[in-house]
């Protein structure tokens, strides 16, 4: 009896995190989702762990679309650095549930002249390039070299990198609408999840 009860218990949804919801299969403890869909509450807070130990603040959940949005790392004031540079951008753990989704375009700023031999757009027209045009007055990332793409995606869709020596900095739109403006975009990274077995 004890038994059955444990796993009624494993299946239940977790407790509200501050005032966002946190629907299965979505853990923040072991008593409640599935743990291997583990997410943090750290002071009503709901953040999402990156392979290299980094937070991320999460914006929104869609349960439906089995997808949450995180914030994109922050960019230091001073110079074009991603805050989670030290750890390379974000990687998800390859044997989570979780990988990116399609629905982000990515924006890599700050980047050295190898990035030229990539299939990105990194042309005067670019969408960084009007990201930084309308969004970043006064940015430190302005005038950098940079480059755009739509992120694919697949079950082995799990980084976005940052790096000295390739690109510094990053930032990311989800669901971006053909000839909108950079002041509509909705700046996050959609993560979805695998469903449970």
Known sequence: ???????????????????????YPL??????GDSS????CNNGILEFLSAQGFYYKIQSVNPS???????????ASDICYSSDLMVGGLRLDEQSPFNISTHNTVMLLNCSDKIL?????CSSNSLCRQFEEKVAEGNVCKNTLCCSFLKDSSITSHRIRARIGGCTAYTCVVDMKPGSSPLSWKYGIELQ?????
């Open 65 to 75: 679309a089995q997808t949450f949005i995180i914030s994109p790392p922050s960019i």
């Open 193 to 197: 999840w695998l469903p449970t077995n």
């Open 117 to 121: 031999l990539s299939p990105l757009n």
């Open 1 to 23: 009896m004890l038994a059955s009860l444990t796993n009624v218990a494993s299946l239940a949804a977790c407790p509200k995190c501050g005032n966002m919801e946190v629907p």
């Open 27 to 32: 853990s923040t403890n072991d008593n409640c």
């Open 37 to 40: 869909y583990r997410v943090y």
